[in-house]
């Protein structure tokens, strides 16, 4: 089934937070989803250690020998295997980046994160090279957005991103106290406090961008059949 890696070659661009709501919105669908944590931090593991009552998987311990093997194993099993990966670019997130289905780059709406996307968008072309022209789908999202307003800055990197011929998701996170909220509190969106603010439109967020995935994987071609492991 399905494995969506969340990369990008920079901390704090979001990713963690990404695996976290987009694997809580599928959950809440219906769906089966492990969530491998790759990140040597450990934010989900963390997460997965609370009192929440989420049936979200999470899977830790996982190396550059082994990454390949365990998002196999889940996949076979699950309807989705999210993988949040650290911030740098390594082996072991090549690695990770040759089983994708999709991956998605979250891309903050600033003039220096456009610089880290175009990175994160050359290690995955350069992937695509070692798999010898098997491409793999990935996406841009924005996040940390203004719900009400798209910035002049945001528009200057949509216009950049088309240019380039770079695809972005139609969906942006945007900034949500309760996407905080649910790593603080150990807790799924759909169990936070009422009080919180913008629950709602952080609920309804989620379920969108949940939507526009499940549309993108069903809108794939089909699932390859043989996954390569990169050297
Ligand atoms: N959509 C969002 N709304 C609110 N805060 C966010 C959002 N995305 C990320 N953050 C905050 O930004 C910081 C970095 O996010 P994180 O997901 O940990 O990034 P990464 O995993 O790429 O290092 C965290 O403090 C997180 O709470
Ligand atoms: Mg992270």
Same mark, same amino acid.
């Given at each position: 089934?399905?494995?969506?890696?969340?990369?990008?070659?920079?901390?704090?661009?979001?990713?963690?937070?990404?695996?976290?709501?987009?694997?809580?919105?599928?959950?809440?669908?219906? =769906?089966?989803?492990? &969530?491998?944590? /790759?990140?040597?931090?450990?934010? #989900? %593991?963390?997460?997965?250690?609370?009192? $929440? +009552?989420?049936?979200?998987?999470?899977?830790?311990?996982?190396?550059?020998?082994?990454?390949?093997?365990?998002?196999?194993?889940?996949?076979?099993?699950?309807?989705?295997?999210?993988?949040?990966?650290?911030?740098? =670019?390594?082996?072991? &997130?090549?690695? /990770?980046?040759?089983?994708?289905? #999709? %991956?998605?780059?979250?891309?903050?709406? $600033? +003039?220096?994160?456009?610089?880290?996307?175009?990175?994160?968008?050359?290690?995955?072309?350069?992937?695509?090279?070692?798999?010898?022209?098997?491409?793999?789908?990935?996406?841009?999202?924005?996040?940390?957005?203004?719900?009400?307003?798209?910035?002049?800055?945001?528009?200057?990197?949509?216009?950049?991103?088309?240019?380039?011929?770079?695809?972005?998701?139609?969906?942006?996170?945007?900034?949500?106290?309760?996407?905080?909220?649910?790593?603080?509190?150990?807790?799924?969106?759909?169990?936070?406090?009422?009080?919180?603010?913008?629950?709602?439109?952080?609920?309804?967020?989620?379920?969108?961008?949940?939507?526009?995935?499940?549309?993108?994987?069903?809108?794939?071609?089909?699932?390859?059949?043989?996954?390569?492991?990169?050297?």
């Amino acid at each position: 089934m399905p494995v969506i890696v969340t990369a990008s070659s920079k901390g704090g661009a979001g990713k963690s937070t990404l695996t976290l709501v987009l694997a809580q919105a599928l959950d809440a669908m219906g =769906a089966t989803v492990t &969530v491998i944590d /790759a990140d040597p931090n450990r934010p #989900l %593991v963390r997460w997965r250690g609370g009192k $929440s +009552a989420s049936t979200v998987d999470v899977v830790g311990d996982v190396t550059e020998s082994n990454i390949i093997k365990v998002i196999r194993d889940h996949s076979v099993r699950r309807q989705f295997v999210l993988v949040d990966l650290e911030g740098t =670019a390594n082996r072991l &997130v090549s690695r /990770a980046i040759t089983q994708a289905d #999709l %991956v998605l780059i979250p891309l903050q709406a $600033s +003039a220096l994160d456009s610089n880290e996307a175009s990175r994160a968008v050359g290690l995955i072309q350069e992937e695509e090279e070692a798999l010898e022209g098997r491409k793999i789908p990935y996406r841009i999202i924005m996040t940390r957005t203004n719900p009400l307003i798209t910035t002049k800055i945001e528009a200057g990197i949509y216009k950049a991103l088309a240019d380039a011929d770079i695809s972005l998701m139609k969906t942006r996170l945007h900034e949500r106290q309760a996407y905080k909220a649910i790593f603080v509190r150990r807790q799924a969106l759909n169990e936070l406090d009422l009080s919180i603010n913008g629950l709602d439109g952080a609920l309804e967020n989620a379920e969108r961008l949940a939507g526009e995935v499940v549309d993108f994987i069903t809108s794939l071609p089909s699932q390859r059949s043989v996954k390569h492991v990169s050297s």
